[in-house]
């Protein structure tokens, strides 16, 4: 092996190590569901709540929602007892994004169908950098909090 290509070698080892480090530690957002449900609605739009835990070094931002259950399906924040429409949440790195009763959630309008304790909802949750995610909301009595339980 002559000096050029031992030279060549070692910097492709180091690269691949740097990558390697890079993806293991703080590299692309880690997100993980849990906690997910749908009271069971009383009129013709529902709410959605969740935790976004992100196990990654790097922060990622819900951006949308998607289901069969509605065409319009929005994100809301709750601020003095007032719910309005917002265009993203943070899922900070190392941290998560609660939502839950009397705060932040997912908003379902012009219902398809009435979904009844029991059902399963499927969602599917849009982020900036992270790939989608999947989740499927089970359908609770109207005043289910597990916060509270
Ligand atoms: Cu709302």
């Given amino acids: ?17 740097t990558l390697a480090g890079c993806s293991s530690s703080d590299g692309a957002p880690d997100l993980t569901v849990s906690g997910a449900f749908m009271p069971q609605p009383v009129g013709d739009m529902a709410a959605g709540f969740l935790v976004v835990k992100n ?19 929005t994100i809301h924040e709750t601020k003095n ?19 839950r009763r009397g705060g932040n959630h997912i908003m379902f309008m012009k219902l398809k169908q009435r979904p009844e304790q029991g059902d399963t909802i499927s969602v599917e949750l849009h982020f900036e950098k992270a790939d989608p995610i999947k989740v499927d909301l089970p359908v609770k009595e109207t ?5 509270t339980q």
Wanted: charged share 20%.
């Fill in 1 to 17: 092996m002559n000096r050029r290509t031992a030279l060549a070698g070692v910097v492709a080892l180091t690269a691949g190590l």
């Fill in 143 to 147: 005043t289910y909090n597990p916060k």
């Fill in 81 to 99: 007892q007032a719910m309005r429409m917002v265009t993203s949440f943070d899922v900070p790195a190392g941290g998560e994004l609660d939502l």
């Fill in 55 to 73: 196990s990654g070094g790097t922060s990622d931002r819900l951006t949308s929602v998607t289901s069969p259950l509605s065409d319009d399906v």
